[in-house]
């Protein structure tokens, strides 16, 4: 688990000109014959927004109920649903800071994460206040997300 104490005295130390991304990324596997969801959260801190970064990530598993593989709509709103109970606990560290949210959902329509790019970026706009990024922009989920999981931060 992120520790959010340690996360939000991290930023705190940083100047105002530090830029924070947060992501995630999802994936499916098999598990004695039962579907599961593997999830990586990551912060990622630019320092000064223009020197190196720090990254913050949790990796934690739960069943997946999703019927369809092609279309992991559940899933990936549960990684979203995630992404936003992230920032939302680092909300007070962020008020000043520019922040970017960053969803592992590509928008086009051959890919299936397409399912759900419409609710996704609804839901982190309407809770988080944030317009997120997607696909090809999101590197956050697509770069950090990706390489946390391959570490597997604290699972």
């Not at 992501?23 to 969801?37: P, Q, T």
């Not at 630019?46 to 559940?74: A, L, V, W």
């Not at 946390?148 to 931060?153: D, P, Q, R, Y």
Request: aromatic share 8%.
């Amino acid at each position: 688990m992120i520790d959010i104490k340690e996360v939000t005295e991290y930023i705190s130390k940083q100047s105002p000109e530090s830029k924070i991304y947060i992501g995630g990324d999802s994936y499916r596997f098999l598990k004695n014959k039962k579907w599961w969801a593997e999830y990586t959260m990551v912060i990622v801190i630019h320092k000064d927004g223009n020197n190196g970064c720090k990254i913050f990530g949790e990796t934690s598993q739960e069943p997946d109920y999703d019927q369809r593989r092609d279309r992991p709509s559940m899933r990936l709103m549960n990684e979203v649903y995630k992404i936003a109970e992230l920032y939302l606990k680092l909300d007070d560290i962020l008020l000043d800071r520019e922040v970017q949210i960053h969803l592992d959902i590509n928008p086009d329509k051959a890919a299936g994460s397409s399912c759900v790019v419409q609710q996704a970026v609804g839901y982190i706009r309407g809770v988080c206040n944030v317009v997120p990024m997607t696909k090809p922009r999101a590197f956050a989920a697509s770069c950090a997300a990706d390489r946390a999981k391959e570490l597997k931060i604290a699972i």
